[in-house]
């Protein structure tokens, strides 16, 4: 079965060449590289022509396409980008991610074999983690050490890393909901992604402008409680708490340097969710 993955990138010039670079070295090869610029204003666009140049000049295996729109979000990039699609099996990427190189065969056999519809993998692990703030990124998440998630993860996930072409196109794709639109499809679906362990690179935050600025996106995301659940949110990375919670698990974690990083990323949650109520 042919496998497009596609990849929404808005102002991704430092990590774009990376992701890419990785996904050609994959070992299943009936695939296609689809990229679509959310109206980046950096030099992202640029690197991905070139990219795009070399691959032709070369006249390597891989189908790679580049797509433009007005900048909307990534639920609208990744539906045009399904789109365009002509593969069976639909990949959806970040551009800071990188891949072992059965990371396509390994999240796609399941559904080949018709054993599912949609997968996710396990086996996310932080590809920076040797930089002090992606580090207590891991810690304020919750998640085991090197790795983006807790331990005893479900075998079960909302958000799917691959689907059945068909199957996404039967719900229309995803909702335009900003932070939380890859949750959509398996509300839209009924069902949810099953495991596998196809090993892939993510990388965290890695400096205090990339906390604040990533975590004012979370904070922009919709409350279950609507308008109370965003004011027991703001609540919540008020600065007397934040300073305390920060205090207490710069303590236990022996990471004095997360005490200022909770103040950043609680600060980006309240400039988020603050803009969101007006």
Known sequence: MKVS???AVFNEEKVISECINSLSKQDYKDLEIIVVDDGSTDNTKNIISNFQFSIESNTLWVNFKLLEQDHKGPGAARNLGAKKAKGEILVFVDSDMTFAKNFIDVLSRPIIKGKTKGTFSKEELISNYDN?????????????KGRRHAKNYPNKQKVFRAILKSEFDRVGGFSLTGYTDDWTLSQKLGYEADATEAIFYHKNPENLCEVFNQARWIGKRRYKLGFVGSVITLARVWLPVSLLVGIYKSVINLKPEFLVFKVFYDLGIFSGASSALL
């Open 5 to 7: 993955i596609i990849i």
């Open 132 to 144: 002090i703030w992606a580090q207590c990124w891991g810690i304020n998440e919750g998640w085991e």
